[in-house]
Nanobody, 121 residues
């Protein structure tokens, strides 16, 4: 059974930092791109960042202007998203997801259950 589990969310003041973790099990970790999505109250789900599998681990992002770098640890089957300089507008449920690639339209094979991140003003 494939499982993706997010941790590290919570409440943080504007300008603060959090690190989200996504632990993956049940699949060959290096064969999958791992992405982060978010859904704010009353809005649709949007892609935030993604890091490819394989040796290059190329990183992509949208909306966050370099504030949320990702890293992968193949020994732990874990992807990290370091959230810095958080803004109230970053408040959302954050999901990690696994798929064949980070390009738009590549599709998602597996989703995590989501975790709340709240930026206080």
């Amino acid at each position: 059974e494939v499982q993706l589990g997010e941790s590290g969310g919570g409440l943080v003041q504007a300008g603060g930092s959090l690190r989200l973790s996504c632990v993956v099990s049940g699949l060959t970790f290096d064969d999958y791109a791992i992405g982060w999505f978010r859904q704010a109250p009353g809005k649709g789900r949007e892609g935030v960042s993604c890091v490819e599998g394989g040796p290059e681990m190329k990183y992509h992002e949208a909306y966050v202007k370099g504030r949320f770098p990702n890293s992968r640890d193949s020994a732990k089957n874990t992807v990290y998203m370091q959230m810095t300089n958080l803004e109230f507008e970053d408040t959302a449920v954050y999901y990690c997801a696994a798929g064949p690639g980070c390009r738009v339209g590549a599709g998602i094979d597996y989703w995590g259950q989501g975790i709340q991140v709240t930026g206080s003003s």
